[in-house]
């Protein structure tokens, strides 16, 4: 299988003898002496999310044509994703509230559609927030979040976002209303301080800080 990274750089992978996780944790590592962060791999035409790369990791790459690699500074990744999710949030929240208002008219297969982009939109939040302090250094296990370190948090969101996800995907309007209103919007002004200290903290070390 052919690596290409950034269009340019290409290497054959080893056709046996090793598994995609050991490709990937070479990337990982030679990006890094570059200074550059892994912000995409597309195999065969496929993007591939975080799932798929575990689902895929024991595999061995002889079996593929084409990894395409995409990288970037990590500041301007971190800086991109930041304003990216900013935006997110607000629509998180807006999400959130139409969900409820669906809910209180009685509509409940919208309720339920906006339900499920609730879910989305909490795992696209929390995938983006903890890549960010990842690539910029930050200790989420010193990071206050809500009375608890960011750490714990991320575990106990995660939990509640499968538990959420079940019951949406059940069609149990009751019980994701109830996760949605006590586990999840419940938690936005704690993640919303989570999303600001990652962006001071980003800013400080960058040397952007005011």
């Not at 590592?29 to 990791?57: F, H, M, N």
């Not at 607000?90 to 669906?102: C, V």
């Not at 919208?110 to 982009?117: F, N, S």
Request: glycine share 10%.
């Amino acid at each position: 299988m052919e690596v290409v990274v950034d269009g340019s750089q290409g290497f054959m992978a080893p056709e046996s003898g090793s598994t995609f996780r050991d490709l990937f944790e070479s990337l990982q590592r030679s990006t890094r002496t570059r200074r550059r962060a892994v912000v995409a791999l597309v195999l065969d035409g496929e993007t591939l999310s975080s799932d798929r790369q575990k689902e895929i990791s024991e595999l061995s790459p002889g079996g593929f044509g084409l990894l395409e690699v995409r990288t970037m500074d990590p500041f301007e990744f971190s800086v991109n994703t930041l304003s990216g999710l900013q935006g997110h949030f607000r629509n998180l929240e807006r999400s959130h509230e139409d969900a409820m208002a669906f809910v209180g008219t009685s509509e409940y297969s919208k309720a339920l559609e906006k339900l499920d982009g609730c879910g989305t939109g909490w795992d696209i939040l929390l995938r983006g927030i903890h890549d960010v302090g990842t690539l910029s250094g930050l200790d989420f296990a010193k990071l206050e979040a809500g009375g608890q370190p960011a750490e714990s948090r991320f575990r106990s969101m995660r939990d509640s976002i499968r538990r959420f996800t079940a019951a949406v995907d059940f069609k149990d309007l009751l019980r994701a209303t109830e996760l949605a209103q006590n586990e999840l919007r419940a938690l936005l002004p704690v993640w919303r301080g989570v999303l600001e200290d990652v962006g001071r903290h980003v800013a400080r070390v960058s040397g952007t800080a005011p």
